[in-house]
């Protein structure tokens, strides 16, 4: 069993970065392609980006992509989200999931973390 | 991008009713939708993926089915603990979409 838990959130002005981190603990981390997903305030959810267990592929969102830049780490078990250039409607709740298979991207999200929020805000 | 619709956006039903949530997508997905559980305050919670494969844990009260571009989440006997909002996702193209929404509320 993995955990995932999202660190990094605040609140941030408009034009400038922010980088979120997802520690996951356990030992297979490095097998399974890992996602962000954000919950808009009162809105549903919007998937962000997407990197492979690998990190050999890497696809975003339009709304985010030349902005936000999906890595990982493998050796240190943690993922990130690089996100520059933010504006207001980055405001969100940012979680991280893991994807259900082994060595996949696109099969489904069977572990999220607790979520991170961030503010973006003059 | 391939745009998701769920429908109805919401449903009230008593505890022990059967519940049918559609999602249709612009275009096909070939099978490559997953139906996803969302609790306030909590994190989503996977129910099923492929459009029929049941996530572990998952009670068997939930399953999906449909193809192309037409699917179906169904509780077969709505509980209590099944009050929340749930979504669809395409995972067939990237970007993955999300449908809108669908709150269930228990009468």
């Known amino acids: 069993q993995l955990d995932l838990v999202e660190s990094g959130g605040g609140v941030v002005q408009p034009g400038r970065s922010l980088r979120l981190s997802c520690a996951a603990s356990?030992?297979?981390?490095?097998?399974?392609?890992m996602h962000w997903v954000r919950q808009l305030p009162g809105k549903g959810l919007e998937w962000v980006a997407v990197?492979?267990?690998?990190?050999?592929?890497?696809y975003s969102a339009e709304s985010v992509r030349g902005r936000f830049s999906i890595s990982r780490d493998n050796s240190k078990n943690t993922l990130y989200l690089q996100m520059n250039s933010l504006r207001a409607e980055d405001t969100a709740v940012y979680y991280c999931?893991?994807?259900?298979?082994?060595?996949?991207?696109?099969?489904?999200?069977?572990?999220w973390g607790p979520g991170t929020v961030v503010t973006v805000s003059s | 991008d391939i745009q998701m619709t769920q429908s109805p956006s919401s449903v009230s039903a008593s505890v022990g009713d059967r519940v049918t949530i559609t999602c249709r997508a612009s275009?096909?997905?070939?099978?490559?939708l997953a139906w996803y559980q969302h609790k306030a305050g909590r994190a989503p919670k996977l129910l099923i993926y492929?459009?029929?494969t049941l996530q572990s844990g998952v009670p068997s009260r939930f399953s999906g089915s449909g193809s192309g571009t037409d699917f179906t989440l169904t509780i077969s006997s709505l509980q209590p603990e099944d009050s929340a909002i749930y979504f669809c996702?395409?995972?067939?193209?990237?970007?993955?979409?999300f449908g809108g929404g669908t709150k269930v509320e228990i009468k």
């Open positions: 999931a893991k994807e259900t298979e082994l060595n996949t991207m696109n099969y489904g999200l069977d572990i």
């Open positions: 990197i492979a267990y690998d990190s050999s592929s890497r």
């Open positions: 356990g030992s297979t981390f490095s097998s399974y392609g």
């Open positions: 996702q395409q995972t067939n193209n990237f970007p993955i979409t």
């Open positions: 492929a459009t029929s």
């Open positions: 275009q096909g997905v070939r099978g490559w």
